[in-house]
């Protein structure tokens, strides 16, 4: 068998790396090496190709219309690199964390889904060891924060995403500017930490720097210069870049700091058009100069890993890690997520004044009048029954829209390691997130409820409003996975909905009946007893005659309305059919007034619509087409949407883990896979 330490002794081999957008050239590679052991640094000046070039690295490079990717990326042993085993740690620019878990717990909730096979005291030794290291111990038990919420600094956060990155038997860390955000101090720190780490585990260290001061330039142990065009200026022992660029003609000034000066020295003046003439030459000049003796370079770099390659060939490269039980999976995820909802007492305390406030304002202004059991009731009955459900469906929308988009890059980044999977992260918010977002629509739909008279019973109308803002999250779910960004989110999740409540909201013109010449006189006037009078007690034949001629004006109002809505255009009628407003809204209605008689007060009757004089709820609902729903329908039809949300928000996200792709599976033809591959054979001969 092999020792540990030789099974870690893999580098990085890249070959023919080319990335275009369109036209655009962003980075052209030819041939380069990352050696174990080793800490390489990259840099140059900005859009040089830094952080592209580490993606490429990575094995994780993000889809943008119009980009073209060629080139072949490999272990040393030949194998392929894979982001998903767990032994590749990737640290981007974001630093992207739950705000409402501290730091302790940050790096716990890290240690359980990395190190599943790691027992918890031994955990708790690494997480104690990073955060002494990383000077991070003042603050273990600070919030995190982020955006609204206050929480450590920009640099503790960076030194945070670290110290995450740090996590577990580590064979290659890809670092894309580590130091950015820190003083000198903590970044001449951290840079002093990864060459350690490089040195001590035997292992590839590759960063990105923003012009290095001088005493960590001297902790580099390779450099790697970048042009703006994306070709490479130098490539090599940092030691000795200044040596060769001396010999090119360029001697960097005494008393520089050569980190400084190399960037200086492949970079183009902005604004003066024709120092930036001289510096186009200056810079071509020195890619020319490295482009001649990269051949023989690369040549002896593939002789070396060829020995690499005879002495690891028999072992199986990285290997996947093994996970932990799906149960415990979901446990931990269901914490997670339990904290970053309950401790925010601010979004919460907002929540629950909106929804007591909401309810106040709508029973002031709208329940005026919809006491008692009366035709009068009616519009303030439905007016009450529609504007709670549009509340209530927007707000648990947003929150969820905008919950969704906080977590989505640690999500991402989580799930591109292969942590855990779509459904279980699906699930465990749902287990987290539902109970609370129905319990702040119930409490708004009691306090409605305790304002106004409502004949339908309490569980029902809290279950309904409850069931509705469950809907609701799960369609800001299913937008938030499906969509490329969070604020694309934010602005597709209301549109969509504004299009649900145009859709689902009832007209008070109503529908015609399927007879409409049996609408030309009133139901009333056919079936209204010989004893019903006039405010002096005789019968009013007036009255008999203006209701007829209202009869009749209505049928035609509502026979127009239905060539309207049978005119809409099918993918309307067929988008209808997912509101969840509209399943709420008949639900409700049905509670509310099936079975349900008024009394006969024609003074007080509502003079519009669908809703005028009628004598019982049974007709309200026919003259609002809804004479053949059922509140049971409606229910079943909002446990479906839940459902579909659900599997859609799984589907979504499993889909959006496709959007970074693996350089070895971009070549465009199996041509060009072919050559690649036998590029890679030649160079090793």
Known sequence: GRSSGEEQALGIVWQDIEVKIGNREILQLKHGVAHPGRLLGIVGPSGCGKTTLLNCLAQSVPKVCGQRLKGDVRLTNGKRLDLNSGDIAFMSQDDSFFSMLTVRETLEMAAELQLPSVAQPQRAGIVDNLLESLSLIHVQHNFVGGGRERGISGGERRRLSLARELLGNLKILIADEPTSGLDTFQAEHVVRILRKLAKHKRIVVAVTLHQPRSSVWHMLDEILVLTPNGKVAYHGPANKAILYFKRLGFRCPLFMNPGEFLVDLVSLDPNDPIQRVRDLARVEKIEQAFKKMCEERAKLAARRNGDEMDASSAH?????????????????????AYKQNSRDRFVNGVRVLSCIGLAKVYGAVLGVGSEGASAASLPGKISLITFGVISMAQLSLIKTLDLFGRERET????????????????????????????????????????????????????????????????????????????????????????????????????????????????????????????????????????ETWSWRKLSIARERRAKE????????????????????????????????EFSRDFRSAPQMGAIALVNSGDQALKAL???????RNCVRAMFALLSSNLIFSVLALHANSQRRVSLCHALDSPTERVNASSSRRSSSK
């Open 316 to 336: 199986a490269g990285i290997r996947r890690p093994r996970k932990s039980p799906f149960w415990k999976r979901i446990g931990l995820l269901l914490k997670r």
């Open 625 to 631: 087409g809804l004479s053949d729903q059922t509140t």
């Open 411 to 546: 999500v991402a980044r989580e799930r591109m390691r292969g942590q855990y999977s779509a459904w279980e992260y699906v699930f465990s918010k749902v287990i987290a997130e539902l109970p609370l977002d129905c319990g702040y629509s119930c409490l708004f739909a009691y306090t409605l409820y305790t304002d106004c008279q409502f004949h339908t019973p309490l569980m029902p109308f809290l279950g309904m409003h409850g069931l509705l803002s469950a809907v609701s999250a799960s369609l800001g779910f299913a937008i938030g996975a499906a969509s490329p960004s969070s604020d694309c989110a934010l602005i597709t999740g209301p549109t969509l909905m504004v299009v649900y409540m145009v859709l689902g909201v009832l007209n008070p013109s109503g529908v015609p009946s399927p007879s409409p010449s049996s609408q030309c006189t009133s139901p009333e006037s056919k079936s209204r007893p010989r004893n019903d009078l006039s405010l002096d007690g005789t019968a009013s034949r007036g009255d008999e005659k203006r």
């Open 565 to 596: 809505i049978q005119n809409y255009p099918s993918p309307l009628q067929t988008l209808k059919l997912f509101s969840p407003i509209k399943w709420t809204i008949e639900g409700m209605l049905c509670l509310e007034f099936k079975g349900l």
